[in-house]
């Protein structure tokens, strides 16, 4: 009879360990890419693909420490498993259902984390895409005081490198990093790795006009998240790694459309480029 209720112990908790692991979407965004960014964000039905389908009511402290980067167990440990069960192995997509109280009563949002092909969480996703807003930092209570002094400005340096030198054309992968972008690239680890008060750490892709809004924005993003893995894994190490693309919907200069197309892309090179904000520590 012991054996008996041993195996049976066995059984259950080897159930259980499947049930962990079938939780989270593999398949459903389309074409994720390796660098965790998926060419069409697609969210799962709740009704049909949920299994905890009430969701949960999360900690926004733990939600605002999620940052590309994270793995999974991290991820389990600041908002716990996924609700949505459609993958067995590899999953590369964590879906989950969140509630958040608000003035006007219980606002019901869908949160989706990207995994990279090393399993760590590089894009996240809202829908409706203002449920982002919850993890504002509320503002601070007024101080009353009789005298203010002004804390000095945070230092901060800036970088700007040219996407065609660092990429192939319309790339954005480690892959496709060209060698004078990789000695830029070194250049800049060697600089950030021996700082002794790197704080946040700001990337940001931009691109020109050419193309679709959604696709430069894909690739915007991209090439942002290609460039803070080269940095990390060249040994920077910053309290924050903040990775944004802003596509096209920032350009240093403008270009007439009349061009021969060649001089045109010329013409627009200034705007194809990645900005990096290097904050000190306070």
Same mark, same amino acid.
């Given at each position: 009879?012991?054996?008996?209720?041993?195996?049976?112990?066995?059984?259950?908790?080897?159930? /259980?360990?499947? #049930?962990?692991?079938?939780?989270? =979407?593999?398949?459903?965004?389309?074409?994720? $890419?390796?660098? !965790?960014?998926?060419?069409?964000?697609?969210?799962?039905?709740?009704?049909?693909? #949920?299994?905890?389908?009430?969701?949960?009511?999360?900690?926004?402290?733990?939600?605002?420490?999620?940052?590309?980067?994270?793995?999974?167990?991290?991820?389990?440990?600041?908002?716990?498993?996924?609700?949505?069960?459609?993958?067995? #192995?590899?999953?590369?997509?964590?879906?989950?259902?969140?509630?958040?109280?608000?003035? =006007? !009563?219980?606002?019901?949002?869908?949160?989706?984390?990207?995994?990279?092909?090393?399993?760590?969480?590089?894009?996240?996703?809202?829908?409706?895409?203002?449920? !982002?807003?919850? &993890? /504002?930092?509320?503002?601070?209570?007024?101080?009353?005081?009789?005298?203010?002094?002004?804390?000095?400005?945070?230092?901060?340096?800036?970088?700007?490198? $040219?996407?065609?030198?660092?990429?192939?054309?319309? +790339? $954005?992968?480690?892959?496709?990093? &060209?060698?004078?972008? +990789?000695?830029?690239?070194?250049?800049?680890?060697?600089?950030?790795?021996?700082?002794?008060?790197?704080?946040?750490?700001?990337?940001?892709?931009?691109?020109?006009?050419? !193309?679709?809004?959604?696709?430069?924005?894909?690739?915007?993003?991209?090439?942002?998240?290609?460039?803070?893995?080269?940095?990390?894994?060249?040994?920077?190490?910053?309290?924050?790694?903040?990775?944004?693309?802003?596509?096209?919907?920032?350009?240093?200069?403008?270009?007439?459309?009349?061009?021969?197309?060649?001089?045109?892309?010329?013409?627009?090179?200034?705007?194809?480029?990645?900005?990096?904000?290097?904050?000190?520590?306070?």
């Amino acid at each position: 009879m012991k054996k008996h209720i041993e195996w049976a112990g066995i059984a259950l908790a080897t159930v /259980a360990m499947l #049930a962990l692991q079938a939780c989270g =979407t593999s398949t459903v965004s389309k074409d994720i $890419s390796q660098e !965790g960014v998926a060419k069409e964000v697609v969210f799962p039905d709740i009704k049909d693909n #949920a299994w905890l389908a009430e969701g949960t009511f999360p900690n926004l402290d733990n939600l605002r420490n999620i940052a590309p980067g994270v793995t999974k167990d991290q991820l389990y440990d600041l908002i716990g498993r996924p609700h949505f069960r459609e993958g067995m #192995a590899g999953v590369r997509e964590w879906d989950y259902i969140f509630h958040f109280r608000t003035p =006007t !009563g219980i606002k019901t949002c869908q949160y989706k984390a990207i995994f990279d092909k090393d399993l760590r969480a590089q894009t996240f996703h809202w829908l409706p895409e203002g449920c !982002g807003d919850v &993890l /504002a930092a509320p503002a601070p209570a007024p101080l009353v005081v009789e005298r203010v002094t002004e804390k000095p400005p945070v230092p901060v340096r800036r970088f700007e490198l $040219s996407a065609d030198a660092l990429f192939a054309f319309d +790339r $954005s992968g480690t892959d496709d990093l &060209l060698p004078k972008g +990789r000695k830029e690239l070194d250049a800049l680890v060697a600089a950030l790795r021996d700082a002794k008060d790197v704080g946040v750490l700001e990337i940001t892709g931009h691109t020109d006009r050419l !193309g679709g809004e959604a696709y430069n924005q894909r690739l915007s993003l991209a090439r942002a998240a290609t460039v803070r893995r080269y940095l990390t894994d060249g040994g920077v190490r910053a309290q924050r790694i903040d990775v944004n693309g802003r596509g096209e919907t920032q350009p240093k200069v403008q270009c007439d459309d009349n061009t021969h197309r060649e001089a045109l892309i010329a013409c627009l090179a200034p705007n194809r480029r990645v900005e990096i904000s290097v904050q000190a520590s306070k």
